[in-house]
């Protein structure tokens, strides 16, 4: 995965939005304004995404490139190094988890105006 796959992936995904907050390398993608994923475009070695806490201590002990979450809470994010040792699909099935996690906790409201915004894009 590089940082345009990334990009295109992420914004592909219902009501996200892309965002510097912090500085000027570091990108952030929102749900609603809620962060599910965030890297350095400069750099590019690795990216944190939200994630189960028990799932992501499993992750963590099956990948070596799987970290608990660098400047996050370790509790509920991980840093995926980008080394090439991940697969895409894993990296893509991630990032839709750390996506869905965030959705979760939105109000019920905003979920459902979500699921009928992802509904008209599927139909």
């Known amino acids: 995965m590089n940082p345009e796959s ?9 009501a996200v939005t892309e965002e510097f907050p912090f500085d000027e390398q570091t990108l ?12 350095d475009i400069d750099s590019f070695s690795s990216i944190n995404l939200k994630c189960d806490p028990e799932r992501a201590v499993e992750l963590r002990e099956l990948h070596e490139s799987i970290l608990p979450g660098y400047h996050m809470n370790k509790k509920h994010w991980n840093t ?27 109000p019920k409201k905003v979920r459902e105006e979500l699921d009928e915004l992802h509904s008209k894009v599927q139909g």
């Open 80 to 106: 995926l190094l980008l080394d090439g040792s991940l697969p895409d699909k894993l990296l893509r099935e991630l990032i839709l988890h750390s996506y869905q996690l965030v959705v979760a906790g939105l």
């Open 28 to 39: 952030v993608f929102k749900v609603k304004g809620k962060m599910f994923a965030l890297t």
């Open 6 to 14: 990334l990009r295109e992936y992420c914004i592909s995904l219902p």
